[in-house]
């Protein structure tokens, strides 16, 4: 066996990988942070989401956020989903990608770069424009049920006794991505939605159905189910 291309391919792979995981590393993770206030006490759900710059070599300058809506079980069939997505004034899917950054410029008064979001600590409040858009499904097996929930009077669609609590986020550590697995390697992404509403795992068509039962207006034709679910 000749061993002579051995060291310069061994090389070349190297620079390979080392490269595709600068391509596709995060920017940053946050973890979304939703509570509610029920006749029950409080409730809450949260999930870890990336987000992830454009570093490639086609100049699209398009960033992406990969995670799962959060699902809040507020008990007795009872449910509240804050959506990847935010109203602007028709439905907005890239604000994800810099809902934490806008949250800690708003908490600090200041801007923080993009490139530096790694480095934050600490929760910060969500408020105001920056909640993304929630709903609850009456059947959590039908897309048809959702109506969407205002976050200053969620009483009309849950029932009395519920308030929206504090919605937070906080940028977490990026691991040893791709092998961030969990514990010392870095929390990975957080997935369950689809389990949550199985009906995800059908056509896209249930995800615009909830969509459109909760009266959101997508202005320019969407991909809905990202609305729920990003990969």
Same mark, same amino acid.
């Given at each position: ?20 995981? /600068?391509?596709? /590393?995060?920017?940053?993770? &946050? ?7 029920? #006749? ?6 949260? %999930?870890?989401?990336?987000?992830? #710059?454009?570093?490639? &070599?086609? /100049? %699209? ?7 799962? =809506? ?17 109203? @602007? #004034?028709?439905?907005?899917? +890239?604000?994800?990608? &810099?809902?934490?950054?806008? =949250? &800690? ?10 490139? =530096? ?10 408020? %105001?424009?920056?909640? $993304? ?8 097996? @039908? $897309?048809?049920? *959702?109506? /969407?929930v205002m976050? @200053? ?12 609590? $504090?919605? *937070? ?8 991505w791709p092998? +961030?697995?969990? %514990? ?13 509403? #199985?009906?995800?795992?059908?056509? +896209?068509?249930?995800?615009?159905? *909830? ?15 990202? =609305?729920?679910?990003?990969?």
């Amino acid at each position: 066996m000749n061993f002579k291309w051995f060291g310069p391919l061994a090389l070349l792979a190297a620079l390979v990988i080392g490269d595709q995981i /600068r391509i596709n /590393r995060p920017g940053h993770k &946050y973890r979304l942070t939703v509570t509610v206030e029920t #006749p029950d006490g409080s409730k809450s759900a949260s %999930g870890v989401l990336a987000v992830h #710059p454009d570093r490639g &070599y086609s /100049r %699209g300058g398009h960033t992406r956020t990969k995670g799962d =809506a959060i699902f809040v079980d507020l008990g007795a069939g009872k449910n509240l989903v804050a959506l990847l997505a935010h109203l @602007d #004034p028709a439905l907005d899917l +890239d604000g994800m990608n &810099y809902l934490a950054l806008r =949250a &800690y410029n708003a908490a600090r008064g200041s801007r923080v770069p993009f490139s =530096a979001m790694s480095g934050m600590s600490g929760a910060v409040p969500v408020q %105001g424009a920056l909640v $993304p858009v929630l709903v609850s499904f009456a059947d959590v097996n @039908d $897309p048809a049920t *959702a109506r /969407r929930v205002m976050p @200053d009077h969620p009483e009309a669609v849950l029932g009395p006794g519920f308030h929206l609590g $504090p919605i *937070a986020v906080e940028v977490v550590p990026n691991g040893l991505w791709p092998l +961030d697995f969990g %514990g010392w390697l870095g929390e990975p992404v957080t997935r369950g939605i689809v389990a949550r509403l #199985p009906w995800l795992k059908g056509s +896209d068509d249930a995800a615009a159905t *909830a969509l459109k039962a909760a009266g959101l207006q997508t202005g320019e034709p969407i991909d809905a189910k990202q =609305a729920f679910t990003r990969n």
